[in-house]
C-alpha cells in the first residue's frame, strides 16, 4: 500500500510516521507541499498513493480566531485542494476532524450524526471543510478526535509539566468535560482504519472522559510533582475561541470497526514514560 501523510512534522504526523510499518510512506510538511496551493497539492502526488492521510491544518485554535482567512484558507479550503487531488488519482483520504465541530451543550458523547454546531472559528474552518470535501469525495473517512497530545510538540501535559517546575499553584478549568487522546495510539487507530477500508465518519480519542483540571491533577500526581492543581471556571480563565463545555466523543462509530482504545490514564503514564525516555 502507498500512503501519503500530509502534516508529517505534526505531533500526530511524527506519531504516524514512526508507527506505520510495512508500507510504502510519504510524510509531507508545509516546506515541502502548501496545501494552500492547488498545483503543489497535485505535483505531490503525482505517485499515485492507495491512501492520503489528511493531517495538516492550521491548529492554534485562539490564532483562528484573529486569522480568519488564513484559517479557512487552510483548513477548508487546502482540505479541499488534497481531497480533490487525491478523487483524481483515485486514492482513498482520511480527513483529521475535530470535537470542536460541536457545540458542547449535550450531556452524553457525541453521535457521528449529531448537528455540527462549532463555537469557534477553528470549529467552522473544520465543520466547513466536512461538509465540502463529502461533496468530492462521498467516500471519505471524516476522522473525529479530541485533546490531543504526544512528544515532539506542543500539548497540554508538556505545558502542565513545564508550569508545575516553577509554580506551587495551578488553576486549571474544570467546566469543559471531553477526552485526551495520545498520538500513538490515534495513529494504531489510522493505520487499522486504513486496513480495513475505512469510509464514512469516525470517532476516535482514548476511551473515558475528563475535564482539563482532571487532566491536570493526573498529570502532576503521575510525574509526582507537589504543584497544588486548583479547579477553576472557563469564566475565571477567558481565551480567544469558545471551547464546547462538553465534547465526549462516543466510541461506537469505532466499535464497528472492531477497534478498542486504551484509557487516557494508560496513555498518559505511556506519554510520559515516552517523554523521559526522551529526555533522559
Ligand atoms: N491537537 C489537537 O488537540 C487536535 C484535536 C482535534 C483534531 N486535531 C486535528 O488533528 C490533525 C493533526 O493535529 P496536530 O496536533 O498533529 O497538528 P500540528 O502539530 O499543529 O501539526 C500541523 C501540521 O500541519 C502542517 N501544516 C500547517 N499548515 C500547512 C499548510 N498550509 N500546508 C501544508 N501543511 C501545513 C504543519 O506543517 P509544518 O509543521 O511543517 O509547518 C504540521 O505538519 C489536524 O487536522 C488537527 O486539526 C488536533
New binding site residues.
Given amino acids: 500500500m502507498r500512503v501519503t501523510i500530509?502534516?508529517?512534522?505534526?505531533?500526530?504526523?511524527k506519531a504516524l510516521m514512526r508507527e506505520w510499518q510495512g508500507d510504502e510512506l510519504t510524510g509531507?510538511?508545509?516546506?515541502d507541499?502548501?496545501?494552500?496551493s492547488e498545483e503543489q497539492v497535485r505535483a505531490s502526488i503525482l505517485h499515485r498513493p492507495d491512501w492520503v492521510i489528511?493531517?495538516?491544518?492550521?491548529?492554534?485554535v485562539d490564532g483562528c480566531e484573529t486569522n480568519r482567512e488564513l484559517a479557512f484558507d487552510?483548513?477548508c479550503r487546502?482540505a479541499v485542494n488534497v481531497v480533490r487531488a487525491a478523487a483524481e488519482a483515485n486514492a482513498r483520504v482520511i480527513f483529521?476532524?475535530?470535537?470542536?465541530v460541536f457545540d458542547g451543550t449535550k450531556n452524553r458523547p457525541y453521535e457521528i450524526d449529531d448537528p455540527l454546531a462549532p463555537q469557534s472559528v477553528y470549529g467552522q474552518t473544520?465543520a466547513a471543510a466536512e461538509v465540502e470535501i463529502r461533496k468530492i469525495l462521498p467516500e471519505v473517512c471524516i476522522l473525529?478526535?479530541?485533546?490531543?497530545?504526544g512528544v515532539g510538540?506542543?500539548?497540554f501535559p508538556e505545558t502542565i509539566l513545564t508550569l508545575a517546575n516553577t509554580r506551587k499553584e495551578l488553576d486549571v478549568v474544570n467546566d469543559q468535560r471531553g477526552c485526551p487522546?495520545y498520538?500513538i495510539d490515534l495513529a494504531r487507530i489510522i493505520i487499522q482504519l486504513c486496513r480495513k477500508g475505512a469510509h464514512g465518519t469516525v470517532h476516535a480519542t482514548n476511551s473515558g472522559e475528563c475535564t482539563w483540571f482532571d487532566f491536570a491533577r493526573e498529570i502532576v500526581n503521575s510525574a509526582r510533582l507537589k504543584t497544588q492543581v486548583r479547579p477553576t471556571t472557563s469564566d475565571q480563565f477567558v481565551r480567544p475561541a469558545k471551547r464546547p463545555a462538553y465534547s465526549v466523543l462516543s466510541p461506537a462509530s469505532l466499535q464497528r470497526y472492531a477497534l478498542v482504545v486504551p484509557t487516557w490514564q494508560d496513555a498518559l503514564q505511556r506519554y510520559l514514560a515516552e517523554r523521559g525516555s526522551l529526555s533522559g
Fill in positions: 500530509f502534516g508529517a512534522t505534526g505531533l500526530l504526523g509531507l510538511g508545509s516546506r507541499v502548501d496545501i494552500r489528511l493531517a495538516a491544518a492550521y491548529t492554534d487552510v483548513n487546502g483529521l476532524s475535530t470535537d470542536y473544520k473525529r478526535t479530541s485533546w490531543v497530545f510538540g506542543k500539548c487522546t498520538t
